[in-house]
């Protein structure tokens, strides 16, 4: 998995490519848990590189949109491959994120 995380004004950004998977975790998890702290956080995942998400991915993703939903921010995913985006069907999580096709469709959202 790589790794790479950025700014676009107060939205912070995480690109993950690769594997995403219990191996992978534990940096995403600890990105998730500093960049959701603040109030009103604002955080995108880019899942476009992402080849393979598990149930402890989600799991992390999940926790990081309940840390987000406690200070009153939002997580959004954008540019799932089919086979990651029919994982968050299957496991019904296609509900719980706001997912969006692109990264420039996500950010506008983020940005009202």
């Excluded at 987000?68 to 719980?96: H, N, W």
Aim: hydrophobic share 40%.
């Amino acid at each position: 998995m790589d790794m790479k995380t950025r700014t676009s004004g107060d939205i912070n950004i995480l690109e993950i490519a690769g594997r995403f998977d219990t191996n992978t975790v534990p940096p995403v998890s600890a990105w998730l848990e500093q960049v959701t702290s603040t109030p009103k956080a604002r955080v995108l995942v880019n899942l476009g590189e992402t080849t393979f998400v598990d149930s402890t991915a989600l799991a992390t993703l999940v926790q990081g949109l309940k840390r987000c939903q406690q200070v009153q921010g939002e997580l959004c995913v954008c540019s799932l491959r089919r086979p990651v985006y029919m994982i968050f069907e299957l496991t019904r999580l296609d509900k719980a994120f706001n997912i969006f096709v692109d990264e420039e469709h996500a950010l506008q959202a983020l940005s009202n």
